[in-house]
């Protein structure tokens, strides 16, 4: 059902010194920067291998990673799993009893299709799954 | 440096309600369970392509994981990625100024040897970095 890690989302008060340790330090290769205005934040996609790491900087105190950096501060926000065909995993999620907060995949970073889990239904874990524009692929 | 996402570690109150949501819900394989007494708990891991999930249950409240759970409940633990030169990577991240846990490597699960950072030095994400036991492959 899932084909990989896609990746980790870590939220982070102010990319610049996020990105002076995953780009600099940790010799990540940035991949993508964009401002995901529906989620309120601006992310920047990192390579690390086939996965990635996606920084997450809230555009205002009043987005779910503002309050989630408020509530608990920076750190590891939620995991996402790849998928090869959303519309299928979403329906066999949905068959297992899971809570979804996306009944439907929405757009999410570089043209992916995107739907969220219910933390509460996945063990506190904010759990995401992915579909790349591309068909499977993130390259 | 980092070759890929190696897994990510959720803290759980009990492994098998978890199982019952990674391994029958999600449909991930279970590749290795193991007591890991150094570090206080029982760990699972569930492959996820060449990725893994580590679910870790604490030996008693008194552990890392424990009080990990007593402070914030289930969910997201660490990240660890992975490399083939666990010596090297500390060597060049000791270099980077970045402040390490262990300076030098110990035994992980399944023969791994591993190394974690100073969440304090890593944005607030406890991270991780793991050599498998063959070498450079998970599997």
Do not use: C, W
Request: net charge negative; charged share 25%.
């Amino acid at each position: 059902m899932f084909s990989r890690i896609d990746h980790i989302g870590v939220a982070v008060e102010e990319l610049e010194p996020a990105l002076e340790l995953y780009r600099d330090k940790f010799q990540l290769t940035v991949a993508h920067r964009e401002v995901v205005s529906e989620q309120g934040v601006e992310a920047v996609l990192l390579d690390v291998g086939e996965n990635h790491v996606e920084l997450l900087a809230p555009l205002d105190a009043d987005t779910p990673v503002g309050r989630f950096l408020a509530k608990q501060g920076p750190g590891l926000h939620h995991v996402a799993y790849q998928v090869s065909d959303i519309e299928a995993t979403l329906e066999k999620l949905k068959q297992a009893g899971l809570a979804l907060i996306d009944e439907q995949p929405r757009t999410g970073i570089r043209g992916s299709r995107v739907a969220f889990m219910h933390p509460r239904a996945s063990g506190g874990v904010l759990t995401e799954i992915v579909q790349p524009a591309s068909g499977g692929e993130t390259h």
